[in-house]
């Protein structure tokens, strides 16, 4: 069973920077597409980034594109989610996703990915 561990969430004022972290375990890190979504107060749950397990290809949604770089460090089994120019409109619950799938084009449904973490909290405000 892959565990993942998020953290680095937080209050910041708009036009600040975060970077989220998420460490896996339970499997081998390199087999694993890591991803981010993120839930607001009242919304669905959304795809924000994923990476694959090189580490080669990333994808954003739209959204956060230019203002948010996703990475990982297989040394440290960790996926981190920078997110710079904060608005207030990225306030939400951060969660990171696992699966061993990648698919073309990405897969951005909630219900792609098996393994969740349990969120981190980003408050952005004015």
């Not at 680095?8 to 597409?33: I, K, M, P, Y």
């Amino acid at each position: 069973q892959v565990k993942l561990v998020e953290s680095g969430g937080g209050s910041v004022q708009a036009g600040g920077s975060l970077r989220l972290s998420c460490v896996a375990s339970g499997r081998a890190f390199n087999t694993l597409v890591m991803s981010w979504f993120r839930q607001a107060p009242g919304k669905e749950r959304e795809f924000v980034a994923a990476i694959t397990w090189t580490g080669y290809i990333k994808h954003y949604a739209d959204s956060v594109k230019g203002r948010c770089t996703i990475s990982r460090d297989d040394a440290k089994n960790t996926t981190y989610l920078e997110m710079s120019s904060l608005i207030p409109e990225d306030t939400a619950i951060y969660y990171c996703a696992a699966d061993q799938s990648w698919g073309d084009p990405p897969r951005i449904q909630v219900w792609a990915y098996e393994h969740w973490g349990q969120g981190t909290q980003v408050t952005v405000s004015t």
